[in-house]
């Protein structure tokens, strides 16, 4: 076990954007077969919330069912307590707003790792967890 490096931590989002991109489409087919194939507008609040709660769950899900989005898993990262245990839902979802807020502040708190003692993000921090890297064998 290793401190993540902002490459992997990067590398991972990415993978992670791709599938939720995927299963957004997923979500969205319902809205237009509502509309009966019409476009569906970006601004209907019921679309946006939809989509916001595939987002919440994709990772508030597997942080807490494995510790690990199929994007962490491909960098060999897991998502663990400062004591090592899987953290539970409330840590999880902590950690999900504030990542969020940190996303929406032009990354600013995952920067925040480039100057922690720890080699840990301002959503680490918040959500008392960390990412830990495991080399494969």
């Known amino acids: 076990m290793s401190n993540t490096t902002i490459k992997r931590r990067l590398l991972s989002i990415i993978y992670d954007s791709l599938l939720i991109l995927s299963i957004m489409i997923i979500g969205t087919l319902p809205f237009i077969a509502i509309r009966f194939g019409e476009a569906v507008e970006s601004s209907s609040f019921s679309y946006q919330i939809t989509l916001f709660i ?63 003692k720890d080699n840990l993000s301002l959503h680490d921090r918040i959500s008392s967890t960390k990412l830990t890297h495991y080399p494969r064998k």
């Open 54 to 116: 595939i987002i919440y769950f994709f990772f508030v899900g597997f942080w807490s069912i494995s510790g690990r989005t199929l994007g962490m898993q491909s960098w060999g990262l897991r998502l663990e307590t400062f004591d090592g245990f899987k953290p539970n839902i409330f840590q999880c979802t902590v950690r999900f707003f504030a990542a969020l807020t940190s996303l929406l502040l032009f990354g600013l708190g995952f920067f925040w790792q480039l100057f922690d």
